[in-house]
């Protein structure tokens, strides 16, 4: 497996943030050229555009002196303007009423990828491997990021990026009587829009979608959100997969 897409865009965000004066992400398109290997990598950003409200910023990570990954990053100045929270979080239990992944993971099922240890997960709809029953392509399942700076937007806003990145994927799974095993899963581009802070506490809300499927092409939404309800990014995601064998995705049922 190569280094997770989500973070490879969390530290295009970080360079970018190194290398504008502005103190506010506003969006991240990151499209994905060739697997980045656990390693050395360069990452080299220079400025699009520049004006005194807004910076456009384009981030190359290489490896090898090879192209992996090319994102573009608008970074703003915070202005006055109007204040619009049309959005509505969806009704959940608080995070500390619920278990732990780790409580409620099957002792049969592999243990979750390294990089998940940097936050603390508590699952809402998490079926349990043995018993296939969703026929929604949507996961609820509550993130405590560990890594909160409440004086570095980019670091906060780099936060939910491997969630959104992977999250996705694992939502494409819940319409299967078994879950499909994937070969290799690499995300073509990623488009993420950021709205609002990541709370002091690190816990956000994280509501994943399957959009479509086809073609061996996966297409995911996933929305971030703060336990005050509040929300603090949204992203859209398409990705390569490519299974084991058989059909991995079925028309979800009205």
Known sequence: WSVNGGYIAAASLRVAGAVSEKIKPVSLAINFIRMVKPGPA????????????ADLLEVQVSQADKLCAISQIWVAEPKEGPIQRLSRMPLVPHPEELKTLEQIMDPEEDPPAAFWSIYEQHPINRIESKKRINRDPRILRWFRCKDISPDDAFLNSSQPLPIIDTMGLAAAWEPQDEPFLTKQSPT???????FDEIPQSGWVLCDSR?????????STHVDIWSHRGQLVAAGNSQMFVKTGGGTYVRQAED
């Open 210 to 218: 399957c959009l479509q499927a086809g073609n061996g092409v996966v």
């Open 42 to 53: 360069t990452a080299k950003c220079s400025v699009i555009a520049s004006t005194i409200a």
């Open 188 to 194: 073509l581009s990623l488009f993420v829009n950021f």
